[in-house]
């Protein structure tokens, strides 16, 4: 296989996006348009990945990372210019460079793909994909010749009414010999409307230069979809949501409400699982089979383990394992971690614990900063008062021991295993295992005084 590059253009602005934030950085289901793009060009075998980047190049950069080169177009002078800037590191290089828009976060590595396979076939100095659009507006349009061949792409602030009435569209996706690019891009002008160097004039250069130039229909436009504003974002979002649920529901998953249910590119999610309506789930979120989720539940960077059932709460960056059942209305922050079996009910919110095989903690509670180890019963209302003002201070509850209703634990402490701890204590000394303690003022009662009360008042 001849040597592969891609070129991912990202230095645009986005004007149309009416933003503070830099286009290709909006994300679509949780991730940033570049970085679909860069994702699915790196599920083909590339020599080299070169993102250019201007307008909030360091954002880019960071959201990137090392999966890619990076070049700087200090001014946006249009697409052609874009792509010369990796002239330096791509000029002299022999191979098959794919060049795609960080503005196309809906084409796949599989269509991508298609492309490379079809220039290959033909033998073409530049292949552009192109697709059928219902409603062209915007699109560069491809001008075919009589017998059908490529001519060149014109750009709708370019055409005249003939060119505008093309249904097809330059997707923004190309391939091209590589040095025969890097040539043929001295050569593009802004002798156009906008007064940029267009990249797709390269197409009828080189067919002027009597290269063979072909063109690669797409039949799903909607793949296609470029995001200049919002309104092409919200349409990225719904194509890509359905995208991702159906494929879940090949899998195996039931989604009660499909329209209503938004997961994130990088979740994965085992055989029937049963996702309920209003679900948030994204990140490297997985959930393994079984698990009955929602409804109305958030789940980010999350491990959730096989029949597991989180009902109406929010999860971060945790842990959950097997058959835990947490909810309605729990709260799990970062990093806690939740052993089989556990129990978080309603209204307990956790942060930073660690819970033990089979432990509960049913309702009203705040548990953070803690270790409980395992079948530990901790009781309605109990709180951890882990932060003095200025530190975090840590909670130990060892196994089987059982926390009474209302308790405050004052960290750092420990309550030993198998130990009780009363209804309504506050405890600032750790308690010793298998011990109870009692901290709480005691009860007096004083017998017949309720009469006297009255008597007093009448
Ligand atoms: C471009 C194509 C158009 C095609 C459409 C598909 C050109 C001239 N037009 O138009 O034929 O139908 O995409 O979506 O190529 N960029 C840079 N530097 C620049 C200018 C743009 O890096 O100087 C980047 C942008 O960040 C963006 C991408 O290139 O990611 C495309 O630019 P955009 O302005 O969105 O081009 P379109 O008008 O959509
Ligand atoms: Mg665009």
Redesign the pocket.
Known sequence: MSNRYAV???????T?MKSKL???LHPVCGKP??QHVVDQLNKLELNELIT????GAEKVQDQIGDDSHYVV?E????????VQ?AEEILADKEGTTVVV????PLLTGETLQALLDHHDHEGAKASVLTAHAQD?T????VVRGASGEVER????KDADDKEKAIQE?????YCFDNKALFEALNNVSNDNV?G??????VIEILKNNADKVSAYQTSDFSE?????DRVALAQAEKTMKRRINEQHMRNGVTLIDVDNTYIGPDVSIGQDVVIHPGCVIDGETTIASDAVIGPHTTIKDCQVGAETVIKQSVATNSKIGKRVQVGPFAHIRPDSDLDDDVKLGNFVEVKKAAFGQGSKVSHLSYIGDSEVGSGVNIGCGTITVNYDGTNKHLTTIEDDAFIGCNSNLIAPVTVGKGAYVAAGSTINKDVPSEALSIARARQENKEGYASKLKSKND
């Open positions: 991912v253009l990202a230095a645009g602005q986005g149309r830099y286009k290709v348009m570049v250019v980047v201007g307008f177009q001014e946006q002078l249009g697409t052609g210019h874009a800037q828009c960080g503005d196309t062209p915007g699109y560069g349009r792409i014109v750009e709708h569209i330059n997707t923004g996706t906008q940029e160097y267009y990249l797709p004039d296609t979809l470029g995001v200049n």
